[in-house]
């Protein structure tokens, strides 16, 4: 899969940022990881992308999936495999 088919906008510290880090990781998805903690010019490009100020956003391809809640409901409901198998 193409790393940079999956980006996601966080933080370090961000309880949230980690949990999906997590499930991206257990499904062998690998990601570009922008940190907007670090560069602050790439929160203000995330907040135009997504229309959201929370960490993280995740893109998949060219969809916005949102935060770690919108990206475990698509992968309780089956839907994250379906949206990685387009990509890959």
Known sequence: MNQSAVVMYA??????????R???HSKGVRWT????????????E??????RHTVPQIFIGDQ?????????RLEREGGL???L???S
């Open 46 to 51: 995330m907040m135009q992308r997504a229309g």
């Open 64 to 72: 916005h999936v949102g935060g770690f809640d919108d990206l475990d």
């Open 11 to 20: 933080t370090a510290s961000c309880p949230f940022c980690v949990a999906a």
């Open 81 to 83: 495999d379906r949206l």
């Open 33 to 44: 990881e922008v940190a907007v903690d670090q560069q602050t010019e790439k929160r203000a």
């Open 22 to 24: 997590n499930l991206l």
């Open 85 to 87: 198998s387009d990509i």
